[in-house]
């Protein structure tokens, strides 16, 4: 018999891409304001995350939606969410990969992407995250490895430059873009999860692992460049990925490599829009109840 269920490989893998979703396209809001102690940020958002994803984890165990009306706020509410997270996505693109590509037509292709992602059910949401989880991790590791001959000691400056407030504000911003996708979770039905003893110490470990490529990616960045170059990019991470173009092995693969960072995204779309058809369907049913 074939388990309809999200298996556990499958639910951490999600988490994993959820908690580095929002690192590609708004990373560098967090270095504008921290600047230099952007690591002190993290490891101080650690914490709150650690503490508000435990919140997440118990609260999805009896999470359910019943009245009508907070269901169409939160079907517009993720409608809008998913519009703006699309647009910047499609952004991302056109500024890194197709600089000569039409914004619609990459916006259209996109959109296609995560519909066909999302047309069934939530297990094939977290089945693709699996597979691309998979993918992820060798182009990641050969990411790091093409950049180690790159990085310069003397990009290290002194810590705590920064105001404390400025610090905090860092580290807020870094839990909100790191717990907010976390929140998609609880839109995922728990009867439709296989659940295994010690399921939240994977997901704890998804979540700290997907953390952990958030700091290994900015420590890149930031041995990388000077502060004050990496504030002047949009997505000042393909600086990094743009320095593997001048190896001789990986030059013409970079661009290939750096096909993982729109992985997150994919996955992340692909829930929001399969949230977005259920939550459709059951105000329907409503709608025909009443």
């Not at 269901?71 to 969410?81: D, N």
């Not at 700290?208 to 490529?213: D, K, N, Q, S, T």
């Amino acid at each position: 018999m074939i388990n309809k269920k999200i298996g556990l490989l499958q639910l951490t893998t999600l988490v994993f891409f959820l908690t580095i979703s929002s690192f590609i396209l708004f990373f560098d809001n967090i270095i504008k304001v921290s600047k230099s102690d952007t690591i002190i940020s993290i490891i101080i958002g650690i914490f709150i995350d650690l503490l508000l994803f435990k919140l997440i984890l118990n609260f999805r165990k009896t999470f359910k939606l019943k009245n009508k009306i907070i269901k169409v706020i939160i079907l517009l509410l993720l409608s809008s969410v998913f519009i703006y997270l699309l647009i910047n996505a499609t952004d991302f693109v056109k500024s890194t990969f197709l600089t000569n590509g039409n914004f619609y037509s990459i916006i259209i292709l996109l959109f296609l992407t995560c519909f066909i992602a999302s047309n069934k059910s939530y297990k094939e949401v977290a089945s693709l995250s699996l597979i691309l989880f998979f993918i992820f991790i060798p182009l990641f590791i050969i990411n790091i490895l093409g950049s180690i001959s790159n990085l310069d000691i003397t990009y290290l400056t002194p810590p705590l430059i920064n105001s404390n407030l400025d610090i905090l504000k860092g580290a807020l911003l870094f839990t909100f873009y790191t717990i907010i996708p976390l929140l998609l979770l609880l839109f995922i039905p728990y009867k439709e999860v296989d659940i295994r003893k010690k399921q939240d110490k994977y997901l704890y470990l998804a979540l700290l692992i997907g953390i952990l490529v958030i700091i290994i990616s900015y420590l890149l960045l930031y041995f990388s460049c000077s502060i004050n170059v990496i504030t002047t990019y949009k997505y000042p991470y393909m600086l990094v990925l743009n320095s593997l173009s001048s190896s001789i092995i990986l030059g013409r693969l970079s661009y290939l490599i750096s096909f993982y960072l729109l992985f997150s995204l994919i996955i992340t779309l692909s829930l929001i829009l399969t949230i977005i058809k259920q939550l459709m369907f059951d105000t329907h049913i409503l709608k025909l109840q009443d």
